[in-house]
């Protein structure tokens, strides 16, 4: 029996986005300097783990929010380039709703929620490993046409 079109067009978009997780990390020097996983990737979604580290503390002893702003916009990263297409951030807006502490295994979620023409929004939520929200933040994206991740 041959596979549905829907199915096999669903594998297909998921081999770009893995070719697509490969080919970023190999560069991300950013994302590999934090210790962050990108733990799994689809068309508009990304899910990136980070363990908060002494070196991340602020003066109060909490997460400095740019570290926990820099996990978020990997996530952000990962998801709207998943289509093999250069996609770059236009703007975030943050929200932090929690403290994380030394220690905190954080997961940042990466949503699509629009995705038209060269323009992407994309809503990424933090976690700890309670499950507690720690901050959300929401991201709009330009898709830099003609441009491909990876090589396919």
């Known amino acids: ?25 190999r560069d ?14 689809g068309p508009g979604y990304a899910r990136v783990s980070m363990t908060v580290r002494p070196d ?5 002893r909490i997460c400095h929010g740019g570290f926990l702003t ?4 990997s996530a952000f990263a990962y ?6 297409e250069m996609t770059v951030a236009s703007g975030i807006v943050v929200d932090f709703l929690a403290s994380a502490h030394d220690g905190d295994r954080l ?3 990466c949503h699509e929620v629009s995705r038209t023409g060269r323009t992407g929004v994309y809503d990424i ?3 700890n490993q309670h499950g507690k929200a720690v901050m959300v933040m929401r991201g709009r994206s330009h898709t830099i046409k003609g441009r491909p991740v990876v090589e396919l």
Request: hydrophobic fraction near 50%; charge should be negative; glycine fraction near 6%.
């Open 107 to 109: 997961v940042a979620e």
């Open 28 to 41: 991300d020097a950013a994302t590999q300097a934090l210790g962050m996983h990108v733990e799994a990737i």
């Open 56 to 60: 991340m503390l602020n003066g109060f």
């Open 125 to 127: 939520k933090v976690i």
């Open 1 to 25: 029996m041959a596979e549905h079109p829907r199915a096999a067009a669903a594998k297909d978009a998921h081999a770009i986005a893995e070719a697509v997780r490969q080919g970023m990390l």
């Open 79 to 84: 998801g709207c380039n998943s289509y093999n």
């Open 70 to 73: 820099t996990l978020a916009d």
